[in-house]
């Protein structure tokens, strides 16, 4: 077994009047996240790692819209359930934080081994449905770069 490296990519897919897209997880019934992903070895740079995300989680090709690297980062403990996923022993990941800014909500295609449902919901909104902490605080951070506040 290939272990997933504990570095990743967090995608937050916005409009300009910030309408987000959310992906309900086909793994966890009811939890809502952005697009998310680790780095693979075939990936030069987190960039890289973003665009092969969106397109794998979305079918939309983010070179064609405003992608933009934060420059921010998170680490957070990983859950236990996905803990086999990773080299024994690593107990958190450090992820980085894109934004994808589209000229509307558009429909995507998921890739259905790992997401069954989509919708595009309200900054604020998304906030309250997503479940992991640092998708919050990239929510925040969004809201923070349109100088709004949840």
């Given at each position: 077994m290939d272990f997933k490296t504990p570095i990743s990519v967090l995608v937050l897919i916005h409009t300009a009047d910030l309408?987000?897209?959310?992906?309900?997880?086909?793994?966890?019934?009811?939890?809502?996240q952005s697009v998310t992903g680790s780095i693979e070895v075939e990936d030069a740079t987190l960039r890289d790692t973003a665009v092969?995300?969106?397109m794998e989680e979305t079918g939309l090709d983010a070179t064609q819209f405003d992608l933009s690297d934060?420059?921010?980062s998170q680490t957070y403990e990983i859950y236990e359930h996905w803990r086999y996923r990773y080299a024994p022993g690593v107990t958190h990941n450090t992820e980085h934080i894109f934004g994808l800014e589209l000229p509307s909500t558009l429909d995507v295609k998921l890739a259905p081994n790992e997401h069954v449902a989509y919708e595009w919901v309200d900054w604020r909104e998304a906030a309250?449905?997503?479940?992991?902490w640092t998708n919050v605080e990239a929510l925040r951070l969004l809201g923070e770069r349109h100088q709004l506040t949840l």
């Open positions: 309408k987000v897209l959310l992906i309900e997880r086909a793994d966890k019934t009811g939890f809502w092969r995300e969106v934060w420059y921010f309250k449905r997503v479940f992991s």
